[in-house]
């Protein structure tokens, strides 16, 4: 069982499934603010990736990477990355400079891949966009709470075989534990992170695109409160949105910083997709008060209930696609339009919010 305590340092591990052969597929890593760069090399790593370089200017943060990926070289300088033979480079720095990393990385040659939130402004989602024209390169985002998440890839295949029917509503629910003490400054400062609604409810919104089949959405409303953090007015810590797909399916989301100490993990996140013919509910963490695991799908249709427990049983099909697309120049792990339509999105919700509290 992975330690899910603490959502900043969760990284997720599979099995291993390598899509390409020992030292093919190189990866670069620059920008070591937030755990999730464990889980993004984790997925890549078990997909057969070499984590071979990384830079970060925290001397602490580099020997915390080398006690997790031991064989690493470490570089003097971002440039020394940018420049070196690897293919991709991946990244998890302050989300207000992580467009930043992409554009010089693309521009360089090398294919992206960035936590969430890839970007916080519109003015960083144009200039990605005018760089992936002008350099046709990748720029590809950890989405994980359906990327890494095991529910998540068996509800895909449910949903596929058509086993609830038609989907015409999609709903998500992202609680997070805020472990104030150990959150860096710039975790409390909406212009360097985007918004509640930038950072995590970009996960959200991509679920609902895809397990909906859509291809775009609008933003209905959405409503943005600071509830229980006085002392930083500016902080977000409740945020939520109604989204309307291109193909009528509805939606809706929910974010917060309200995970209660007694939960054991660091949140209790849910999706529930509806169809014609039944219903899928994800507890994709913990299935609160009777099994500490997670990867939990609950489905119910004309032939019965049923309660599936996915972990192990499909792994994470998006990193291997991911490299690939990478190698082969396709578009099979996630389109380019898919990824920054999402961030687009988050930006709309962030941008309209009503402040209710």
């Not at 959150?183 to 397990?211: M, T």
């Not at 409160?225 to 945020?239: I, L, W």
Request: proline share 4%; glycine share 10%.
């Amino acid at each position: 069982m992975q330690v899910k305590a603490d959502g900043q340092n969760y990284a997720p591990k599979g099995k291993s499934a390598p899509v390409v052969g020992p030292g093919e597929f190189k990866v670069g890593v620059v920008g070591l603010d937030h755990g999730h760069i464990y889980g993004m090399c984790n997925g890549l790593s078990e997909a057969g990736a070499e984590i071979a370089l990384v830079y970060d200017p925290d001397a602490a943060k580099i020997e915390a990477f080398k006690q997790k990926f031991p064989n690493v070289a470490v570089a003097r300088s971002e440039q020394e990355v940018m420049e070196s033979d690897v293919k991709l480079i991946a990244g998890a720095s302050i989300p207000v400079d992580r467009c930043g990393v992409g554009l010089r990385a693309m521009k360089h040659g090398k294919d992206y891949f960035v936590d969430k939130p890839a970007l916080t402004t519109r003015e960083q989602l144009q200039e990605i966009r005018d760089t992936i024209k002008e350099t046709g390169r990748k720029f590809g985002v950890y989405y994980s709470e359906r990327l890494h998440v095991e529910a998540a890839v068996y509800a895909e295949q449910l949903v596929t075989q058509g086993a609830i029917g038609r989907v015409v509503s999609v709903s998500g629910f992202g609680p997070h534990r805020l472990n104030a003490p150990t959150r860096p400054a710039w975790f409390f400062e909406p212009e360097k992170y985007g918004g509640i609604l930038v950072d995590i409810g970009c996960h959200q919104i991509e679920q609902i695109l895809f397990f909906s089949g859509a291809k775009d959405a609008r933003i209905v409303s959405s409503r943005l409160a600071n509830y229980n953090m006085p002392s930083v007015p500016k902080f977000q810590d409740f945020g939520d949105a109604t989204v309307v797909c291109d193909n009528g399916v509805a939606g809706y989301f929910r974010v917060d910083w309200f995970t209660p100490k007694g939960l054991g993990a660091w949140g209790d996140g849910r999706a529930t997709i509806i169809g014609t013919d039944g219903y899928i509910e994800l507890r994709k963490y913990i299935d609160v008060a009777n099994d500490k695991d997670g990867d939990h799908v609950y489905m119910v249709n004309h032939e019965g209930e049923h309660h599936f427990k996915a972990s192990g049983q499909c792994g994470f099909p998006f990193f291997g696609r991911f490299i690939r697309d990478c190698i082969d120049r396709t578009e099979i792990a996630m389109s380019q339009q898919h990824t920054l339509r999402v961030m687009e999105l988050a930006l709309d919700a962030q941008e309209k919010a009503e402040w209710i509290s």
